[in-house]
């Protein structure tokens, strides 16, 4: 197995080399060419295992010239002892089909914690073997809460620097303090004048301007991503729908007779891809359903076959969602054109020219008969958030919630109420404020006197590393032009 790129089918390299390059040269992203298919033997073998071993047995697939050593060093460093509950990605079942699947909770109360606590073990390892010593430097652009995961997961890991860029205003407050606040001597933290989509562009021209490339080597560093383009970012979360799949399995074989669907709420389209690639990998996922918020850029895609990005963007409550250029789709339309590199090249580039594209026919068929495309508004989504906790008792975050409204509408729409996978994203803490109009009339001054009264009001608990932030000092205060990014780089590495 080797990984190729989704604009040049030619370039093949290694999976230590996909994961330390993070970005194929020409732009593309890396992909596996081949995957594994899992048959009822294997599921049969992962449903007696525990959350570290079945991530050991489906990264093992991914990580082609890793030995089995390193995997399970990776592995067991990321998932021990980090995530406040012994099985890293538990299931609530609300009804008899609404398994929420809660991916919140690691270190930073959102689910990018499930990738990024393991992929600088995996980056690391991927260095040592390809890129002979030389310092890795992270950048990171993040609508929230990829940086504080990145942040976390890089935080003091030797021979590695992590910056990470955030749009001034496109961030909650708990989440920008989360980030500021971090600690350790190897993170730099700037937020930007723009939005979330300037962040990741300036992100991407600086990781592929040759000049800024020499100019590392000649200090002896080298580029890496902690982004979802990078596929160490990606592996690691095919690995929980598969869990999930065995867990409900375990609970009741007879339940998933007719298969399951899966609610993602999208952004950069990372997660839901990976559980496309689980659906690939043999679990028995019959529809993938594309929740969205107001920047539903998505949706019409799935509806029409036309990508536009070319439209008012809107800084929802769901602000982690707040996109309108999905980086991963890119890996999708890969699949779905059959491999062709360069049909997918060309679509980038007239999204890059005229933010848009239009699949063919055939494409938009195939996509069709995969995913459902919904979305809701804000309104929608706190209307959701009472629904869910005062019928069922369940408090739902903002994401999650946007993914239980668009979960309605496709049952609703085709009547498939079928056992359905709703990933939830972040714990409703993160978002307090949201949270707290969306169940109460109450109202406190402070984000901590929210989060406190969110807890009296739902009787919830906070989770540990919320509390912890009250007393954080803020470390970062920089806020720069999006044209200076590049400066703010150099300035942080002292080159
Ligand atoms: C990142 C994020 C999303 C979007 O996930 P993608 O993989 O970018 O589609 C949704 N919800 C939360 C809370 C997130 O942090």
Known sequence: ????????????????????????????????????????????????????????????TFLNDFTPEEVEYCVKGAYTGSFDNEQPAPISLIGKNANILELWHGPTCAFKDLALQVLPYLLTTSAKKVSGGKKIVILVATSGDTGKAALEGFCDVENTEIMVFYPSDGVSPMQKLQMDSQKGDNVHVCAIKGNFDDAQTGVKKIFTDNKVKEKLSDNNMQFSSANSINWGRLAPQIVYYISAYCDMLNRNEDYLKDGFNVVVPTGNFGN??????????????????????????????????????????????????????????????????????????????????????????????????????????????????????????????????????????????????????????????????????????????????????????????????????????????????KEDMLQAVYKALVI
């Open 1 to 60: 197995m080797n990984y190729i790129s989704t604009r040049d089918k030619s370039v093949k390299v290694t999976a230590a080399m996909a994961i330390s390059q993070g970005l194929s040269q020409e732009g593309g992203l890396f992909v596996p060419d081949t995957f594994k298919t899992l048959d009822t033997s294997d599921f049969k073998k992962l449903c007696e295992l525990d959350y570290i071993g079945r991530a050991n047995y489906i990264l093992s």
């Open 272 to 481: 839901i891809l990976a559980a496309y690639y689980a659906k690939k990998m043999g679990a028995p996922i019959n529809k993938l359903i594309c929740a969205s918020n107001a920047n539903n850029v998505l949706t019409d895609f799935i509806n029409t076959g036309k990508y536009d990005r070319n439209r008012s963007f809107f800084t929802t409550i769901s602000p982690s969602m707040d996109i309108l250029i999905s980086s991963n789709l890119e890996r999708m339309l890969f699949e779905l054109s059959g491999n062709d590199d360069k049909a997918v090249a060309k679509m980038q580039a007239d999204l890059a020219k005229d933010g848009t594209f239009t699949v063919s026919e055939e494409i938009k068929a195939k996509m069709n008969e995969l995913f459902f495309g919904g979305c809701c508004d804000d309104e929608a989504t706190l209307t959701t958030i009472n629904k869910y906790f005062s019928e069922y008792g369940y408090l739902a975050d903002t994401h999650t919630a946007v993914a239980l409204n668009v979960y309605e509408q496709y049952v609703n729409t085709t009547g498939d109420d079928r056992p359905t996978v709703i990933a939830s994203t972040a714990s409703p803490y993160k978002f307090a404020n949201s949270v707290l109009s969306a169940v109460s009339d109450k109202k406190a001054d402070s984000e901590f006197e929210t989060v406190r009264l969110l807890s009296d009001v739902t009787s919830t608990e906070i989770p540990a590393p919320i509390n912890a932030l009250e007393n954080a000092t803020v470390r970062f205060k920089e806020i720069c032009e």
